[in-house]
């Protein structure tokens, strides 16, 4: 069966999805209330940086599978799978998470429902939404119950999202409790990920619980895994110990491994932080709170690592910032992704701007939206421009850029050769031969 699916709202997840979908053969049109996004999409210009998806985004266009529109009317009209991409974010000044987005897609959506489809959320939620959203289906679309909900959480990581949502390590579907619904939401999902299954991607199905908690708990097992290293970090420190060799070591072991396991800055973004928050806000309204005490010493272990590199950073300078230039290498919360959403990075460069010390940010894809998050930093337009007379230089964020950077012609543009590197991404044997006075996170 061919079906013609729909992707309601187009930021990083939706578009990624939006592009992929039509790459596999289906018709497929992205909506998003945000008209500037959609008139770049539909040019074919992505408006954030993602590897490898804008050629995706431009021969779909151009086969004419994917097309773009603000009208949830055509959408309702168009598609008989719609795939519900909103964001959540945080709440402000709250833990739990922000849903009037994924309300206000399924009220713009519902009414326009008059034939049979399969609505699938893709969103990462708290635990209960789908059952409520699929009341609020059945009770507002004029197809009544034949407007199914399905929960399909996503698991796709920037940087990498083009590649994880063709080739997913695993596809979680939530289905209804009805059995007829649930017999033909997992038919279609199985048509729609048919390319996927047939590689051998595990296929889970669960009910709608089970299907959100999964992508939560995913997320809050990452977070610990970050938040564990870099407690072991904050003991090295102490112990004069290098957490880097304890991290290797540890890696050897199949039943750790090593992935997530990198001691720095920590974690940010527009996932993991509101994930655990919204995780550990959702189980307290469900009288489950204590389960989750850890997750709040993960997410502080998490903001003490940007406390201790603005500490280490003044330590360099004598002890104040006052008067003093700091050239940072890094904004985006990680490498390969424009995105600035709780960045570490910017995190640390605004406080110390706060502190007294002049600041120039570079970062190779993330300046647009640095700039807009944080527009009292300075930017330069390379690293050396960033490091231009700087008396310590703070390497955030671990782009292959800063990685391959020459000591010696970094040293050629600084005021002091001091560098603190936050993401244990350089060799300090190489810079110290170089003149550099190294510090890290974690590392004697
Ligand atoms: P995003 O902010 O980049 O995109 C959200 C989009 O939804 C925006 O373009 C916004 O304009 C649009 N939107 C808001 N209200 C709308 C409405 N009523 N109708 C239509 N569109 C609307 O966010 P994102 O990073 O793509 O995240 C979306 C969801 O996916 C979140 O729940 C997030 O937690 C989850 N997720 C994100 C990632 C990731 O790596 N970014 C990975 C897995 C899951």
New binding site residues.
């Given amino acids: 069966m061919t079906h013609r699916l729909t992707v309601?709202?187009?930021?990083?997840?939706?578009?990624t999805h939006a592009a992929c979908m039509a790459d596999l053969g289906f018709e497929v049109l992205g909506?998003?209330?945000?008209r500037e996004?959609i008139s770049r999409l539909a040019a074919g210009d992505l408006p954030?940086y993602e590897p490898g998806l804008e050629p995706v985004l431009r021969r779909n266009l151009e086969n004419g599978r994917l097309r773009f529109t603000t009208s949830?009317e055509e959408v309702a009209e168009f598609g008989d799978v719609h795939f519900i991409?909103?964001?959540?974010?945080q709440k402000q000044g709250e833990y739990a998470?922000d849903m009037?987005?994924?309300d206000?897609?399924v009220d713009?959506l519902a009414p326009h429902l008059d034939r049979p489809c399969l609505v699938v959320g893709?969103?990462?939620?708290p635990v209960g939404t789908a059952g409520r959203l699929a009341r609020k289906l059945a009770a507002t679309a004029p197809a009544g119950e034949d407007a199914v909900l399905a929960w399909n959480?996503?698991?796709?990581?920037?940087g990498f999202?083009v590649k994880d949502t063709l080739h997913p390590d695993r596809i979680v579907v939530g289905l209804p409790s009805d059995a007829e619904a649930a017999t033909l939401a997992e038919k279609t999902l199985r048509e729609v990920y048919a390319s996927m299954i047939a590689e051998g991607t595990p296929f889970v199905v669960a009910d709608y619980p089970t299907s959100e908690l999964v992508?939560v708990a995913a997320n809050a097992f990452l977070a610990t895994k970050i938040s564990f290293i870099n407690a072991m970090a904050e003991v090295c420190e102490a112990a004069h110990a290098d957490v880097t060799k304890l991290s290797e070591a540890l890696s050897h072991d199949d039943r750790i491994g090593g992935k997530f396991l990198g001691p720095g800055l920590g974690f940010g973004?527009?996932?993991l932080p509101?994930?655990i928050r919204a995780f550990m806000a959702r189980a307290g309204e469900l009288g489950a709170d204590q389960a989750l005490t850890f997750l709040r010493e993960v997410d502080e272990i998490n903001i003490r690592r940007r406390i201790r590199m603005v500490d280490l950073a003044r330590e360099l300078l004598g002890g104040s910032f006052i008067g003093r230039t700091v050239g940072v290498l890094g904004a985006a919360f990680k490498p390969d992704s424009d995105?600035v959403?709780d960045s570490p990075a910017l995190d640390v460069a605004a406080s110390i701007r706060g502190q007294g010390a002049r600041v120039t940010v570079y970062d190779p894809k993330a300046m647009p939206n640095a700039r807009r998050a944080q527009p009292t930093l300075n930017f330069g337009p390379s690293a050396p421009d960033a490091a231009r007379g700087a008396h310590v230089v703070l390497l955030l964020t671990e782009w292959s850029e800063f990685r391959e950077m020459d000591p010696h012609a970094l040293a050629e543009v600084v005021a002091e050769k001091n560098i603190v590197d936050g993401r244990n991404a350089l060799d300090p044997d190489h810079w110290r031969a170089a003149g550099w006075n190294y510090r890290a996170l974690g590392r004697p």
Avoid: N, Q
């Avoid at 309601?8 to 578009?15: E, N, R, V, W």
């Avoid at 909506?31 to 945000?34: I, T």
């Fill in positions: 309601i709202g187009t930021g990083y997840l939706g578009a909506l998003d209330v945000d996004k954030f949830f991409c909103v964001g959540t974010p998470a009037t987005y994924v206000a897609a713009a893709k969103s990462t939620v959480p996503e698991f796709l990581r920037e999202a992508k973004g527009g996932c509101k994930d995105d959403r």
